[in-house]
């Protein structure tokens, strides 16, 4: 397959104006008497392709599935009152609102257009939401460490069902691993992998001598933003 030569950077206006964005947020009141924020599923769309109702994006195969560390910063741009108890988690049902995306997606969407995605679900690690990566790290270890929580992680036994229809993807569509190169991450990467792991199709561009440290597609520098795309690019077209 053929790309398009690639332009310079895309920037975020007309990221904006090409795909639509939707997520399902979430909160969980623990046992241990806890309320955490989360989000459990991104859904980002060509525009030209948004069902005439949005929950049905859910049962649709997307072109790509993304995982990365965690929700960030994208937040609801509708009021959202779906709290669950900690027993519930198992069942829990996506139900989907507009959402204004992080830095990040915008380089998920970049991708997307390059390579002519219509449609990429992204899924974390954990599904917590903080926007410093420092303080999620200490949040999801807190977490697990004082309760016993694991199933923030769609990656958790208990939530196994909701994972495989997650999955669910176009022949041939990649799994692609973003969610960075902290050695903090590593319970939740061994989690992930145990998951998805020997799933045919997973790719990533792995740090140098490590074995599940994939870099994240948002690096500091501007010119490693864009160098992230095209190298993401190369791969996909090497592997297609």
């Not at 994006?57 to 900690?86: F, R, T, W, Y």
């Not at 001598?209 to 992230?228: I, M």
Request: net charge positive.
């Amino acid at each position: 397959m053929e790309y398009p030569p690639l332009p310079k950077f895309i920037p975020a206006a007309e990221l904006k104006k090409t795909y639509g964005i939707y997520g399902h947020f979430y909160s969980v009141d623990l046992a241990a008497g806890d309320r955490i924020h989360c989000r459990s599923v991104l859904e980002i769309l060509s525009k030209k392709s948004l069902p005439s109702e949005i929950d049905l994006v859910s049962n649709q195969k997307p072109d790509a599935v993304v995982i990365m560390m965690n929700p960030g910063s994208s937040k609801p741009l509708e009021e959202v009152n779906h709290v669950i108890s900690e027993k519930q988690i198992g069942q829990l049902k996506s139900s989907l609102v507009l959402t204004r995306p992080d830095t990040t997606q915008y380089q998920v969407m970049r991708l997307m257009f390059y390579c002519q995605w219509s449609h990429v679900r992204v899924l974390n690690l954990s599904d917590l939401r903080d926007p410093k990566s420092t303080k999620f790290i200490a949040h999801y270890s807190d977490i697990e460490r004082r309760t016993g929580f694991l199933a923030h992680s769609l990656f958790s036994d208990s939530r196994r069902a909701e994972l495989n229809a997650k999955l669910k993807r176009q022949t041939n569509a990649p799994i692609l691993f973003a969610w960075g190169v902290s050695p903090d991450l590593d319970p939740l990467i061994q989690r992930c992998l145990k998951c998805v792991g020997n799933l045919p199709g997973t790719i990533g561009l792995l740090k140098p001598h490590t074995k599940d440290k994939y870099f994240h597609p948002l690096p500091t520098l501007q010119r490693d933003k864009l160098k992230w795309v095209n190298h993401m690019i190369r791969y996909i077209k090497a592997t297609q």
